[in-house]
Every structure is written in structure tokens, then in C-alpha cells.
């Protein structure tokens, strides 16, 4: 007999069926008690030796009684049933898990940008770091609600540093810079170093003009990827 798998395994049984796949019930036989497996379920032993039932009821473990106890071993039924779990976390934590989108509309900026991405020590650095010499000047995106949190996501990434210098008698900060995508333009996200930045705005370097290159006003709606 096979199992169905157009009857989905209850979640309880499912969770009894890892245990027994952690204790090694994959490789072979492993002796388990209804007291200890009730013990790592945080369940009664009688609950326990009800779902070690289920599960044999369902042919996805084997199960021989000894005077000792008994002797567990998942099946190819059973085993069947852990990969296909397994592929649904690998597509929820696989290679899309670290792509991240913030979406938000085109916001006027101090103008600063222009100023400071023309200084040259920014200039070198950025283009090491990115790739690419930065436009004199950043686009400004003020993040939809629901990008919030996706941008606080994003401070546990690996960012580039940009160190300060001193020029002219002034004194000018490091920089942090994630490389992202808007479109298919490379570009970086830049955060001042000894700025508090609000959270839901994002400043944007790229190569080439955004607003020009793809024809954008304030108030039009954009998205920028990252991928880590």
C-alpha cells in the first residue's frame, strides 16, 4: 500500500514522523519509547504511542515490538513524505529568500547628492566598490508602509564600506552602500554614516541619471531589488 499524498499527514503526525527521522529512523531502526518520545513532543506518552499507531496505520514507519520496547524505521512512504517538506522550506528559504523588493514612489532630496557624489575620494571609492562611477546626484524613494520592513531586513546584510576623508578643510563621513537593481541598472543603496536616516526613505546611486533614463517624476511608483 502507498500513500496517498492527496491526504495531507496531519501536522501532529508529521512533527512525530521528524522526531523519529532525527533519532536516525531514516537509516535504520532506532529503539523508542513512548515516554521519550512523549518527552521531546511535550506530549503524554499515551499521545505519543497514538501517533506512533497513525503513522504505522498510515505505512509511513515500521514498527516491530521487543520486550525491550519497540524498534521504529521510516519507510519509503515516510521518507517520500520529509523530502517533500523539505522542498517546500527549500522554495520558502532557497535562492528568492535572499531577494529582497522595496517598492515607493520618487521623493525631491536636499540636493546634496550632486554635491557630494562629485567629490573625487567618494567617486574612487564607489566606483571599486560598485563598478561603477556614480551619477552626480541620488534618487530619492520615500518606501511604501509594506517596504519597511523589508528595508530593516536588509541591515543584517553585508554592506560596503565607504570611508571618510578630510578635503579642503572639511571633514566628510564614511558611507555605507549595498549594491541593488533598479531596472536593469546596477545601482547602491547609500546610507550617511553619521546621519540618522529616516526608515522609510531610501537614497539611490546609479551610473546614469534614473529620472531621465527611465522617464520618472515624484510621485512615480518604483521598485529596487537586492540580492544577497
Not at 4 to 20: A, G, R
Not at 30 to 40: D, E, K, N, P, Y
Not at 91 to 100: A, L, N, P, Q, S
Request: net charge neutral; aromatic share 8%.
Amino acid at each position: 500500500m502507498h500513500l496517498n499524498f492527496d491526504t495531507m499527514i496531519m501536522p501532529e503526525d508529521l512533527q512525530c514522523l521528524k522526531v523519529i527521522a532525527r533519532m536516525g529512523g531514516c537509516r535504520g531502526p532506532v529503539r523508542v519509547s513512548s515516554q521519550t518520545l512523549g518527552a521531546t513532543l511535550g506530549i503524554s506518552p499515551q499521545t505519543a504511542s497514538r501517533r506512533l499507531q497513525s503513522l504505522e496505520k498510515q505505512k509511513l514507519v515500521d514498527r516491530a515490538l521487543t520486550p525491550e520496547g519497540q524498534d521504529i524505521m521510516v519507510t519509503p512512504e515516510g521518507e517520500a513524505v520529509l523530502r517533500r517538506e523539505y522542498e517546500e522550506y527549500v522554495r520558502i528559504f532557497g535562492e528568492d529568500h535572499h531577494r529582497y523588493t522595496l517598492r515607493g514612489r520618487v521623493i525631491t532630496g536636499l540636493g546634496e547628492g550632486r554635491y557630494y557624489m562629485g567629490l573625487e575620494p567618494y567617486r574612487v571609492q564607489f566606483s571599486r566598490s560598485l563598478g561603477f562611477v556614480p551619477y552626480p546626484g541620488t534618487l530619492n524613494i520615500r518606501l511604501d508602509p509594506r517596504s519597511i520592513p523589508v528595508r530593516k531586513r536588509l541591515e543584517a546584510l553585508e554592506w560596503i564600506s565607504i570611508e571618510g576623508f578630510v578635503a579642503d578643510g572639511r571633514t566628510f563621513g564614511p558611507v555605507r552602500c549595498l549594491p541593488c537593481r533598479m531596472g536593469e541598472t546596477p545601482c547602491g543603496i547609500i546610507v550617511p554614516g553619521r546621519t540618522h536616516y529616516p526608515e522609510d526613505i531610501v537614497e539611490i546611486v546609479a551610473p546614469v541619471g534614473l529620472r531621465d533614463t527611465y522617464g520618472i517624476r515624484d510621485g512615480d511608483g518604483v521598485e529596487v531589488e537586492v540580492e544577497k
